[in-house]
C-alpha cells in the first residue's frame, strides 16, 4: 500500500488539488469539465494510490480527512510552482537588467542604432544593446550564443538557423552636399566616372557589383580608396569630391544625411537583402523576441519593409 503512490503522475496531482480546493466530487467533476462517474473514479484511485479515504461521510456530506486537510496546502503550492515553471514567462521589462549582443555593420549601425536604442530606453532603461562589429557571415557566434542578433546581407543562411527579411534594397550613389554632381538633372555614366570613389569594403576589395555593371557599358571608374565601412566612407566623402556607393537605406537614414546628395546609379546593380538571425532556442525567450520586435519597428517605420516569416 505504502509504494502506490509511486504510480501517481501530474494528472492526479491536478485530480487531488481539485478534489481538495472544491471539497466534492461534483465541485471537482465541474472544476476539471468531467462527469461525476468519472471523477469518482479518479477519487477512488487517489484513495488506494494514498492510502487514505481522503473524504469521509458526515451525515449526507462528505468530509475531508486529517490526512487531506493536511495535504491541501502542500498540493495547492505545488500546483503553482507547476503553473510557475510551465506558464509564459512575465517579464518587468521596466526593472530588467540584461545585455543584448547585437552583430552588425557601421551601415546598419549608423543607420537604426539611436533609434534602436531610444526605443529600448523609454521600455528597458536597465537593458544595455552591444554592437560588435560583422566581420563575417558566418552563424557560429550565434550558435554559441555570444550573439543574440545577427543583422546584414544574408548571404547563405545555416539550415537552422531563424531568419526574417527586413528589407530588399538597392544601392545609390553619395556626394558630399554642394557637390558639382548635384546640379546635374540626371548622374550619367560619364559624370559617375569623371569623380573619384571610395569602396566600402570590410574585406578590402575595390572591385564590385558596381563595377561588373560600368564594364557592361564599357565604362569604368577610378576607386582612389577602400575602407573598412559605410559610415568611413561617408566620412571621407563629407569631406572631398569622392563619389561613393552604398545601400540606400544606409545613405538615408544615417544621422548627417542632410550632409549629403543622394542620387540614383547610372547603371543597373542587383539589390541586396538585409535580414535578422537567431538561434531557435532564443526564438521562445520573451525578452529576445521584444528585442526583434524593436528591430522590426525601427527599420519597417524608417524604411518601406518587405517582410517574410520563417
Not at 495535504?71 to 543584448?100: C, K, N, Y
Not at 543607420?111 to 552591444?130: N, Q, S
Not at 563595377?211 to 566612407?233: H, I, K, M, W, Y
Not at 539589390?271 to 520586435?293: F, K, N, Q, T, Y
Amino acid at each position: 500500500m505504502q509504494e502506490n503512490y509511486r504510480t501517481m503522475d501530474l494528472n492526479h496531482l491536478i485530480d487531488l488539488d481539485a478534489l481538495l480546493s472544491e471539497g466534492s466530487v461534483a465541485g471537482a467533476a465541474k472544476k476539471l469539465h468531467l462527469s461525476a462517474p468519472a471523477m469518482s473514479r479518479r477519487l477512488a484511485h487517489l484513495r488506494h494510490a494514498l492510502g487514505d479515504p481522503l473524504f469521509v461521510l458526515a451525515g449526507r456530506r462528505l468530509v475531508p480527512t486529517a490526512r487531506a486537510l493536511d495535504l491541501r496546502e502542500r498540493v495547492q503550492a505545488a500546483m503553482e510552482d507547476v503553473r510557475g515553471i510551465l506558464a509564459p514567462p512575465v517579464v518587468d521589462f521596466s526593472r530588467l537588467e540584461r545585455t543584448l549582443t547585437l552583430r552588425a555593420n557601421d551601415g546598419f549601425i549608423g543607420a537604426w542604432a539611436p533609434r534602436l536604442l531610444a526605443r529600448t530606453l523609454a521600455e528597458a532603461p536597465g537593458v544595455r544593446l552591444r554592437f560588435v562589429p560583422r566581420t563575417d557571415t558566418h552563424m557560429e557566434q550565434l550558435r554559441s550564443g555570444e550573439i543574440d542578433l545577427d543583422l546584414g546581407v544574408l548571404h547563405a543562411p545555416a539550415p537552422e538557423i531563424k531568419s526574417q527579411l527586413l528589407m530588399r534594397v538597392g544601392f545609390v550613389g553619395v556626394v558630399r552636399a554642394g557637390h558639382a554632381l548635384q546640379q546635374l538633372a540626371t548622374v550619367d555614366v560619364a559624370a559617375f566616372t569623371h569623380w573619384p570613389h571610395v569602396t566600402p569594403s570590410r574585406r578590402g576589395r575595390a572591385h564590385g557589383s558596381i563595377d561588373e555593371a560600368l564594364q557592361a557599358v564599357g565604362a569604368q571608374r577610378q576607386v582612389v580608396a577602400v575602407v573598412p565601412g559605410f559610415q568611413t566612407a561617408l566620412a571621407m566623402v563629407q569631406a572631398s569630391d569622392c563619389i561613393a556607393v552604398m545601400p540606400e537605406p544606409f545613405a538615408r537614414w544615417n544621422a548627417g544625411a542632410d550632409q549629403f546628395f543622394i542620387f540614383a546609379l547610372p547603371v543597373a546593380t542587383q539589390a541586396v537583402d538585409i535580414a535578422l538571425s537567431w538561434h531557435p532556442r532564443m526564438h521562445g525567450d520573451p525578452v529576445h523576441c521584444w528585442l526583434r520586435e524593436h528591430v522590426r519597428a525601427v527599420t519597417a517605420s524608417a524604411w518601406p519593409a518587405e517582410i517574410y516569416k520563417k
